[in-house]
């Protein structure tokens, strides 16, 4: 079987009612269709109808590749603003739990010092008591006031 060099620009396949009729007929309607294609559209140019629906056909595979890169366009500028956005979510959150470490180290730091007052104000008063219970518990306290003397040193060298 020969290859043929030509594109075929359209094919019809028809099938008729009486097979032996329409196969008569069938090389009349093809030609027909060849010579409205081979006919010419406008008088001014050569073109044929056959040229023109090619041409057509290359205009419409043009546009609509160009409207597919553009869509790919507007998609890497759609990517490229969420990824903005999401930067500047991050650096938020980033700046929020850095704010919320600060306040709780703030709030920590106030605990330590209500403490402590709390604590020397029961040591001196338990001084007053003078048994042996009441001198275990200021050491107790001693103790615990030397812990948070530790705990804040620690938070001076940072």
Do not use: P, Y
């Not at 396949?13 to 032996?20: H, S």
């Not at 500047?88 to 010092?113: G, V």
């Not at 219970?133 to 006031?145: G, N, S, Y």
């Amino acid at each position: 079987m020969e290859e043929k060099d030509e594109k075929r620009l359209l094919r019809i396949d028809l099938v008729g009612k009486d097979e032996n009729l329409f196969a008569n007929l069938k090389g009349k309607l093809i030609k027909m269709v060849d010579k409205v294609l081979d006919s010419s559209l406008d008088v001014n140019s050569d073109l044929t109808v056959k040229e023109e629906l090619q041409k057509f056909t290359s205009l419409g595979l043009n546009f609509a590749e160009s409207k597919l890169k553009k869509a790919s366009i507007e998609n890497d500028h759609i990517i490229t603003e969420i990824q903005e956005k999401l930067s500047i979510i991050q650096k938020n959150k980033a700046e929020a739990r850095k704010i919320n470490a600060t306040a709780r180290t703030i709030e920590f730091d106030q605990n330590l010092k209500e403490l402590t007052f709390t604590l020397k104000m029961t040591n001196a008063l338990i001084l007053g008591e003078g048994n042996e219970e009441a001198l275990a518990f200021t050491k107790q306290i001693d103790v615990f006031l030397e812990v948070i003397k530790s705990i804040n040193e620690m938070n001076s060298i940072k």
